[in-house]
C-alpha cells in the first residue's frame, strides 16, 4: 500500500490538464502494448522509454463514466467528466462530454457486440459493449469480461464456464445462453450463501469465500460462505413474489398469486428430485421441466378431455394433478430451506431458474424449435416410474431420454386420434 500525489501534465488523450490527483494503493495489473496500465478503478498511461514511476492517470472511472484531466471552466480548473448513455444491456452507445455538452463517441453493435458503427473518437475511451473493454491490441477485437475473454465475432468465449457442469443444456463457450438481446454477461460472479441463508453476490468462483463482520459486542466474527452459482431466487418477506436472478440482474419476477405463478408452482411440483434404484437423487433437467409445462399447455388447450376456464389455475384440480393438495404447490416458498438442507443450495437455486424458465416460455415451441421435438404439440401425460396415465388410450411419444429423468411420455388417441 502506497500514497502520493501526483500532476498530470499531458495524458494519451492529449487533454492539456494540470488536476492534482491523489492515488492509494498502486499496484500494477496489466500493461499492453500502448503502454497502458490498469488499476482497479484507475486507467495509468506510462511513458515510453521509461520506468513505471513515470506512468500519469489517465481516467478516473466512475459508476457512470470517468474523469480524464481537468478543464477551465469560469476561470477556474475543474474535473472534466464524461458520461455514458447506455442502452437496457448496459451497452455504451454513446460517450457524452459534460463540461461542453457534446458527444465524444457514439458506437452502434451487432446483436454479437462487434461494433458495425463507430464515429469519431473511438480513440477516447475503449470501454463500450456491455461496459466492458475492447481489446484491439493486434487486431485482437476481444472484451475483457474479466473472468473469460469473449469474441464478439464467433459470440463464443475462449474458455469453458468454471460451472458448466451446472448448465450442461449450454455450450460451456456460449455468451449469454445464445440471447444476447435480452441477457447479459456481467463478468462471471456467482452468488454466495452463508449457513443461515444470507447471501450476496461477488466475482469470482471460489467454492468458499470468508467475510468478518461485527457482532452485537463488537467482537469480530468470521462467516464463511459457499457459492451456489449464478442464480438466485429470493422470495419477498410475505412469501408472495419471487425475485429471480442471474448474477446480479434480475431477470424475471413471479408473482405465486397469478396464473403463471401457479403454473411455476406445479412445476416445481411436479419437476423435482428424483431417486433412482441406485438412492441417487437428482433434480429433474431444463428439458424435462420443458416437457412437463408443454403437458399443461396441452392440456389447457383441451377443455373439453381436460376441464378448465382458460386458466392454468383451474386446469390443475386434484382430479388431474395429485401434486394440488402438496404443500409444494399451495406454498412454494415454505420448501426453500427444507430443499436447500437435503439437496444444497446450488441443486436448489439451478432447478428454480430451470422452473422460471419453463414457466415464462412457450414450452411446446421451445420443444419443437430448440430440442426437435415435432410431438411437443400433442404430450398430455408423463411420469417418472413408468406410470402409462391413459392406459390402454396411451401412445407413447419419442423423447430424449438422456436429458430428463421421465421415463415415459405419452399422448392420449382419444384427444390426438
Same mark, same amino acid.
Given at each position: 500500500?502506497?500514497?502520493?500525489?501526483?500532476?498530470?501534465?499531458?495524458?494519451?488523450?492529449?487533454?492539456? @490538464?494540470?488536476?492534482?490527483?491523489?492515488?492509494?494503493?498502486?499496484?500494477?495489473?496489466?500493461?499492453?502494448?500502448?503502454?497502458?496500465?490498469?488499476?482497479?478503478?484507475?486507467?495509468?498511461?506510462?511513458?515510453?522509454?521509461?520506468?513505471?514511476?513515470?506512468? /500519469?492517470?489517465?481516467?478516473?472511472?466512475?459508476?457512470?463514466?470517468?474523469?480524464?484531466?481537468?478543464?477551465?471552466?469560469?476561470?477556474?480548473?475543474?474535473?472534466?467528466?464524461?458520461?455514458?448513455?447506455?442502452?437496457?444491456?448496459?451497452?455504451?452507445?454513446?460517450?457524452?462530454?459534460? /463540461?461542453?455538452?457534446?458527444?465524444?463517441?457514439?458506437?452502434?453493435?451487432?446483436?454479437?457486440?462487434?461494433?458495425?458503427?463507430?464515429?469519431?473518437?473511438?480513440?477516447?475511451q475503449p470501454y463500450k459493449y456491455g461496459g466492458?473493454?475492447?481489446?484491439?491490441?493486434?487486431?485482437? #477485437?476481444?472484451?475483457?469480461?474479466?473472468?473469460?475473454?469473449?469474441?464478439?465475432?464467433?459470440?463464443?468465449?475462449?474458455?469453458? #464456464?468454471?460451472?458448466?457442469?451446472?448448465?450442461? /443444456?449450454?455450450?460451456?463457450?456460449?455468451?449469454?445462453?445464445?440471447?444476447?438481446?435480452?441477457?447479459?454477461?456481467?463478468?462471471?460472479?456467482?452468488?454466495?450463501?452463508?449457513?443461515?441463508?444470507?447471501?450476496?453476490?461477488?466475482?469470482?468462483?471460489?467454492?468458499?469465500? @470468508?467475510?468478518?463482520?461485527?457482532?452485537?459486542?463488537?467482537?469480530?466474527?468470521?462467516?464463511?460462505?459457499?457459492?451456489?452459482?449464478?442464480?438466485?431466487?429470493?422470495?419477498?418477506?410475505?412469501?408472495? @413474489?419471487?425475485?429471480?436472478?442471474?448474477?446480479?440482474?434480475?431477470?424475471? %419476477?413471479?408473482?405465486?398469486?397469478?396464473?403463471?405463478?401457479?403454473?411455476?408452482?406445479?412445476?416445481?411440483?411436479?419437476?423435482?428430485?428424483?431417486?433412482?434404484?441406485?438412492?441417487? %437423487?437428482?433434480?429433474?433437467?431444463?428439458?424435462?421441466?420443458?416437457?412437463?409445462?408443454?403437458?399443461?399447455?396441452?392440456?389447457?388447450?383441451?377443455?373439453?378431455?381436460?376441464?378448465?376456464?382458460?386458466?392454468?389455475?383451474?386446469?390443475?384440480?386434484?382430479?388431474?394433478?395429485?401434486?394440488?393438495?402438496?404443500?409444494?404447490?399451495?406454498?412454494?416458498?415454505?420448501?426453500?430451506?427444507?430443499?436447500?438442507?437435503?439437496?444444497?443450495?446450488?441443486? %436448489?437455486?439451478?432447478?428454480?431458474?430451470?422452473?422460471? /424458465?419453463?414457466? %415464462?416460455?412457450?414450452?411446446?415451441?421451445?420443444?419443437?424449435?430448440?430440442?426437435?421435438?415435432? #410431438?411437443?404439440n400433442k404430450i398430455l401425460g408423463y411420469s417418472?416410474?413408468?406410470?402409462?396415465?391413459?392406459?390402454?388410450?396411451?401412445?407413447?411419444?419419442?423423447?430424449?431420454?438422456?436429458?430428463?429423468?421421465?421415463?415415459?411420455?405419452?399422448?392420449?388417441?382419444?384427444?390426438?386420434?
Amino acid at each position: 500500500m502506497s500514497t502520493g500525489y501526483q500532476i498530470i501534465e499531458q495524458d494519451k488523450l492529449h487533454f492539456v @490538464t494540470f488536476l492534482v490527483v491523489r492515488w492509494i494503493d498502486n499496484h500494477y495489473d496489466v500493461i499492453d502494448e500502448d503502454t497502458w496500465l490498469y488499476d482497479d478503478n484507475y486507467d495509468y498511461s506510462i511513458w515510453r522509454n521509461t520506468d513505471m514511476d513515470a506512468a /500519469s492517470l489517465a481516467r478516473l472511472k466512475t459508476p457512470e463514466g470517468y474523469i480524464a484531466g481537468s478543464v477551465r471552466l469560469s476561470g477556474r480548473w475543474v474535473a472534466n467528466h464524461f458520461y455514458y448513455r447506455k442502452d437496457h444491456l448496459g451497452n455504451n452507445r454513446e460517450v457524452w462530454r459534460a /463540461s461542453n455538452n457534446s458527444v465524444i463517441q457514439r458506437t452502434q453493435y451487432n446483436a454479437s457486440g462487434l461494433p458495425w458503427y463507430e464515429s469519431e473518437g473511438q480513440h477516447m475511451q475503449p470501454y463500450k459493449y456491455g461496459g466492458k473493454e475492447f481489446d484491439r491490441m493486434h487486431g485482437l #477485437d476481444w472484451y475483457d469480461f474479466h473472468a473469460r475473454m469473449q469474441d464478439p465475432v464467433l459470440q463464443r468465449f475462449h474458455t469453458m #464456464d468454471p460451472m458448466v457442469e451446472e448448465y450442461y /443444456s449450454v455450450s460451456p463457450y456460449a455468451y449469454c445462453g445464445n440471447n444476447p438481446v435480452n441477457r447479459i454477461d456481467p463478468d462471471g460472479k456467482d452468488w454466495y450463501e452463508d449457513e443461515n441463508g444470507n447471501a450476496f453476490w461477488q466475482e469470482g468462483d471460489d467454492e468458499t469465500v @470468508t467475510r468478518t463482520h461485527t457482532g452485537e459486542n463488537g467482537e469480530s466474527i468470521t462467516i464463511e460462505y459457499k457459492n451456489v452459482g449464478q442464480y438466485y431466487t429470493i422470495p419477498t418477506f410475505d412469501n408472495s @413474489t419471487l425475485l429471480h436472478f442471474d448474477q446480479s440482474n434480475i431477470i424475471g %419476477v413471479t408473482e405465486l398469486d397469478s396464473d403463471i405463478g401457479k403454473k411455476y408452482s406445479m412445476l416445481a411440483a411436479e419437476g423435482g428430485w428424483i431417486k433412482d434404484n441406485n438412492g441417487t %437423487v437428482q433434480r429433474e433437467t431444463l428439458y424435462g421441466l420443458y416437457i412437463i409445462g408443454a403437458s399443461m399447455e396441452n392440456r389447457l388447450n383441451n377443455p373439453k378431455f381436460f376441464p378448465n376456464s382458460g386458466t392454468f389455475e383451474s386446469l390443475f384440480s386434484p382430479e388431474q394433478y395429485n401434486a394440488a393438495n402438496h404443500s409444494t404447490y399451495k406454498n412454494l416458498p415454505s420448501k426453500f430451506s427444507q430443499w436447500k438442507n437435503w439437496y444444497g443450495t446450488k441443486d %436448489v437455486m439451478g432447478y428454480l431458474n430451470a422452473v422460471y /424458465s419453463a414457466s %415464462v416460455n412457450n414450452c411446446v415451441n421451445i420443444l419443437q424449435s430448440k430440442y426437435g421435438f415435432v #410431438d411437443a404439440n400433442k404430450i398430455l401425460g408423463y411420469s417418472h416410474n413408468g406410470y402409462i396415465v391413459f392406459q390402454r388410450l396411451s401412445l407413447p411419444l419419442q423423447y430424449d431420454k438422456s436429458k430428463t429423468l421421465l421415463k415415459s411420455v405419452e399422448t392420449s388417441r382419444n384427444v390426438f386420434p
